[in-house]
């Protein structure tokens, strides 16, 4: 199992996102001192050998060694010496001989991609090992089917194998066994994506071996940690446990891990956005590669180097490159690397803005990871295909974004940091008690030398130790209590004030409710009053014959002014009212703001005309506003009718509407009327604010402004206002802004 972070690392510079993937592999499931492995997840290594074995044994032996040592540099020397161990085996009717040949053809054949050929040889292995009750060999059997299946991404299969070879180790006490399994279970866990897991296997693996001072495991285990730091972006630390990988990697002089080192090292680099160098460390790594044949790490290493000169904006080498990676990962049958190359060709594409291309070879990335159900690989293509659909402006962008979301956050968790805490904390542990249980045994070797000698004073500093150790009990349990005591009382405290807190909060709220329901009451028992006084004065001149129907008919227009602002007032205060309820928030949708503009223009043009003022709408373009229709429409009659109000024969007023920036639509009513000081301004959307007589003598209710700012504010915007005495006054507010696109997904959603 492999891990892929120079991919995600390009598509995280592409998109703002963290994040990092694992693809399936080769991994080693076998012995030999110079390990191979996938390029971040390494398995330790094993090596069997038979003292015990007759003589005329021997050479087969021999011959089943050199294809464990051939496994991880040639398979096709692995295939050679086991078939030829068989033959050999066959001839001297040596059954064990025979199950070994078999399980290193099958594994070898397995990792040339041919499985099942490679399935076929286990099976006979597996059989052979049965019936000669050969449980260590049947084991290895379980361990090569496991890591085979890794390969193929036949996850539960391999979790099935791998936990079969686990019982068989344990039962037979092999230690070495058990922490390989452990890391072989570890690989597969993180390619589900359960990264919390694999580092309790990980853990539980280096553990063993530290105690069993096994260098070469250790060096795995380490390399496996730090890619752990690494998808969580601690780079020191990563490069912390690579450090330490490679150190014992070259005092074994294992250059397949040299070069796994050199790798990782590169990918850290890319991470940091160091392309230069990181393409220096991937060349030491293809030139290892190269020699031993490795076509896993090569097809890596060529997705490596597209992502580095892609952001070199070299393009035509970063897709040669891929082309590279992507026909090694065919020709070997490597699902995971195939899916790895077809994202990185999605993300060339898309930095050219070649959507098309980027479309398909994304789709065809997601298809091959969803198939594979790694969770690591879904992410990275899931994310160029949405880019690559927002590309084409296609609505089904919106849909892939969330989807990517979800799989981006299911890849981390803070249980992942605290198992990586815990696995970091624990497995210093480890090398101190090893360190400790040796100075103890030196400590105990000298105190025997001179027991009888210092007798007397050990008992003497035991009998003051003890002492100490009860006052110190005793000082420490009071000590415990008065903490536990100290901490219900702040805690107390802390309840207390914010209770306190929450009570004045809800006092304040009252007391504002109280305030602005005695001035509604208050205005509507004017407002209402007003105009039926009028009409009930003007009826009663008319039933007393005190003035003629043509007097009458000249004050009805007064009359019916006042009802329609009375009507208006009442129709914003209902309006208002009814905003105040939790569900008004469901009734926000797209709209043109022109429209509403010019409509509202056209509304009060003749009103505006009675007093010989000029009103006009000005939008440029057609900005797409996302709010309440009604409670823009309210805002906008309430503004306007103030600057009418406010306004002399012969002044402007000026409703304009434009994009200030790709969130907001800023909207302002301007006048060339009377304008305010500072102290009118400051009691501008306030509960009480006293109303003023327009130019003409027109009255107003006050609270016009404060519905005007409880409005734009639940429509998610603001309001203010600039204005100076004699030279007019201009309002602004804004609202969200929205594309068409947009508004399609929120009705839909």
């Known amino acids: 199992m492999t891990k892929l972070p120079s991919l995600l690392i390009a598509i995280l510079l592409l998109t703002g996102f963290k994040g990092f993937a694992y693809v399936a592999s080769y991994s080693i499931y076998d012995s030999s001192d110079n390990l191979k492995a996938d390029s971040l997840r390494t398995l330790p290594a094993t090596k069997s050998t038979n003292k015990t074995d007759p003589a005329d044994t021997s050479t087969v032996n021999r011959l089943i060694n050199l294809a464990a040592d051939f496994f991880n540099i040639n398979p096709d020397s692995t295939l050679h010496y086991s078939k030829l161990a068989i033959e050999k085996s066959l001839a001297i009717k040596y059954d064990k001989g ?63 194998n791998l936990k079969q070879a686990l019982e068989i180790r344990k039962r037979i006490k092999d230690e070495p066994g058990i922490a390989r399994c452990y890391n072989g279970m570890g690989i597969v866990q993180g390619d589900i994506g359960k990264s919390s897991d694999a580092l309790d296997y990980y853990f539980k693996s280096l553990s063993i071996n530290i105690k069993l001072h096994r260098k070469a495991d250790a060096a795995s285990n380490y390399n496996n940690i730090g890619t752990i730091f690494e998808d969580l972006e601690i780079y020191p630390k990563s490069m912390e446990y690579y450090k330490r990988a490679i150190s014992l990697w070259m005092e074994s002089h294992n250059m397949v891990g040299i070069s796994i080192a050199y790798l990782n090292i590169a990918e850290i680099l890319i991470a940091q956005k160091k392309y230069d160098p990181a393409i220096v460390y991937l060349s030491k790594s293809m030139k290892l590669s190269r020699e031993h044949d490795d076509n896993d790490m090569m097809s890596l290493l060529y997705a490596d180097f597209g992502i580095c000169y892609a952001y070199k904006r070299q393009y035509q080498t970063s897709l040669s490159n891929y082309s590279l990676a992507l026909q090694i990962a065919t020709v070997h049958n490597i699902a995971a690397d195939k899916a790895n190359a077809y994202t990185g060709f999605a993300t060339v594409y898309n930095m050219q803005t070649d959507y098309r291309q980027a479309y398909r070879y994304a789709a065809l990335g997601k298809a091959l990871a969803d198939k594979l159900g790694n969770l690591s690989l879904r992410v990275p293509a899931t994310l160029q295909l949405s880019e690559a659909l927002g590309g084409l402006k296609k609505f089904e962008a919106f849909k892939v974004r969330k989807q990517y979301a979800v799989l981006k956050d299911s890849l981390k968790n803070d249980e992942t940091i605290q198992k990586l805490t815990s696995f970091n904390l624990e497995s210093n542990f480890a090398d101190k008690q090893r360190r400790i249980a040796e100075q103890q045994q030196r400590m105990e070797e000298r105190y025997k030398q001179n027991i009888q000698r210092r007798g007397l004073l050990i008992a003497m500093f035991s009998v003051i130790i003890i002492a100490l150790s009860a006052v110190l009990i005793v000082y420490y349990r009071a000590k415990r209590n008065q903490q536990r005591i100290n901490a219900v009382l702040v805690h107390k405290n802390q309840q207390v004030s914010q209770q306190q807190a929450e009570l004045e909060v809800q006092a304040q709220k009252i007391n504002d409710s109280n305030i602005l329901k005695d001035r509604l009451i208050a205005v509507l028992a004017h407002d209402l009053r007003s105009p039926l006084g009028t009409l009930r004065g003007l009826f009663s001149l008319l039933e007393d014959e005190d003035i003629t129907q043509e007097q009458f008919l000249s004050m009805i227009p007064n009359a019916l002014r006042k009802l329609d602002q009375t009507a208006e007032f009442l129709d914003t205060l209902l309006f208002w009212i009814n905003s105040q309820l939790k569900n008004f928030g469901g009734s926000a949708k797209m709209m043109s703001i022109k429209d509403i503009v010019m409509d509202k223009v056209s509304s009060y043009q003749e009103q505006a005309a009675e007093k010989a003022i000029t009103l006009t709408g000005n939008v440029p373009g057609s900005p797409v506003v996302f709010a309440d229709e009604n409670s823009v429409k309210i805002v906008l009659r309430n503004l306007i009718t103030n600057a009418i109000k406010f306004s002399k024969p012969s002044d402007t007023i000026t409703i304009s509407a434009y994009q200030q920036d790709e969130n907001n639509v800023l909207l302002s009513v301007k006048d060339t009327g009377v304008g305010m000081t500072e102290t009118q301004r400051n009691k501008l959307f306030k509960n009480k604010v006293d109303s003023q007589t327009g130019t003409n003598n027109e009255s107003g209710t006050g609270m016009g402004l404060l519905f005007c700012k409880d409005l734009v504010e639940k429509c998610n915007g603001k309001i203010w206002v600039e204005s100076k005495p004699g030279q007019g006054t201009e309002f602004f507010f804004t609202l969200p802004s929205g594309s068409f696109n947009e508004k399609e997904a929120a009705s839909s959603s």
Do not use: H, P, W
């Not at 040949?101 to 490679?118: E, F, V």
């Not at 009750?133 to 991404?153: H, P, T």
């Open 98 to 160: 025979i199950a070994d040949g078999l399980l290193y053809t099958g594994k070898a054949y397995a990792r040339k991609g041919d499985y099942a050929l490679g399935r076929k040889n286990l099976d006979e292995a597996k059989q052979r090992y049965i019936n000669s009750k050969n449980e260590k060999g049947l084991s290895d059997c379980f361990f090569a089917y496991g890591m085979m299946y890794e390969v193929i991404a036949s996850y539960n299969q391999a979790t099935s």
